[in-house]
């Protein structure tokens, strides 16, 4: 039995690692960019974050920074900041964003948790992430705010979403997602509260779980 737990967590690792050999070395900055559907998602989060009061936002794998663009473009005087793993991706963002922009070539589950932002961002990056490193990703982004964890992704509970029947360690696993559980990982921990779970269907940026967790001031 312990040999066979081994061999799934082992199994586990490689996807995770084979994600971050195969997201950090796409050159996906002008698609990405150019994609009306994002796009059409950004500007429609943009929107949403008129609804709340907020001073900073990071994004959690920010790709070509196109998130950040619009925000910035609505709230100028709005702190900004984000990390990804491509550093084409992220080349482009620095083209496109302000100097103050903090911009972060590090993994998600290693981002500084003690720089706090009032608003926490991730568009379908948990996706990417076998569970058990999109925990890790999730107690990050809760770690890290100080408001506010906005999670606009597909969303479980936990099976693949897309992928081969079998699963086979000479697969490719970028050629897999995830739809996590969000919900159940959030509920484990005693400093935030769920402010919505729901379906959007966003015009010309098709359908998304929007997850929204709110920070506990005092636990």
């Known amino acids: 039995?312990?040999?066979?737990?081994?061999?799934?967590?082992?199994?586990?690792?490689?996807?995770?690692?084979?994600?971050?050999?195969?997201?950090?070395?796409?050159?996906?900055?002008?698609?990405?960019?150019?994609?009306?559907?994002?796009?059409?998602?950004?500007?429609?989060?943009?929107?949403?974050?008129?609804?709340?009061?907020?001073?900073?936002?990071?994004?959690?794998g920010m790709g070509c920074g196109r998130n950040l663009f619009y925000i910035n473009s609505s709230f100028p005087n709005v702190e900004i900041g984000g990390n990804d793993i491509n550093l084409n991706m992220l080349s482009f963002a620095k083209n496109i964003l302000p100097d103050s922009c903090l911009i972060e070539c590090v993994d998600a589950i290693d981002i500084n948790t003690e720089h706090k932002f009032d608003?926490?961002?991730?568009?379908?990056?948990?996706?990417?992430?076998?569970?058990?490193?999109?925990?890790?990703?999730?107690?990050?982004?809760?770690?890290?705010?100080?408001?506010?964890?906005?999670?606009?992704?597909?969303?479980?509970?936990?099976?693949?979403?897309?992928?081969?029947k079998e699963l086979d360690p000479a697969i490719v696993s970028s050629?897999?997602?995830?739809?996590p559980d969000i919900e159940a990982m959030y509920k484990i921990r005693k400093d935030c509260n769920i402010v919505t779970s729901r379906d959007i269907e966003i015009e010309n940026g098709g359908m998304v779980k929007l997850v929204v967790i709110e920070k506990k001031i005092f636990v």
């Open 1 to 60: 039995m312990k040999h066979y737990q081994h061999n799934i967590m082992s199994f586990e690792e490689k996807l995770y690692h084979d994600q971050i050999a195969y997201w950090s070395s796409q050159e996906l900055d002008k698609k990405f960019w150019n994609s009306t559907k994002l796009t059409a998602r950004s500007k429609w989060l943009v929107e949403e974050l008129k609804k709340i009061e907020f001073q900073s936002l990071y994004e959690v």
């Open 119 to 164: 608003v926490i961002l991730t568009h379908g990056l948990l996706m990417h992430l076998p569970s058990k490193y999109a925990n890790i990703v999730v107690n990050n982004c809760l770690d890290k705010t100080s408001k506010y964890v906005i999670h606009l992704e597909k969303e479980g509970p936990e099976y693949f979403y897309k992928g081969p």
């Open 175 to 179: 050629e897999l997602t995830w739809a």
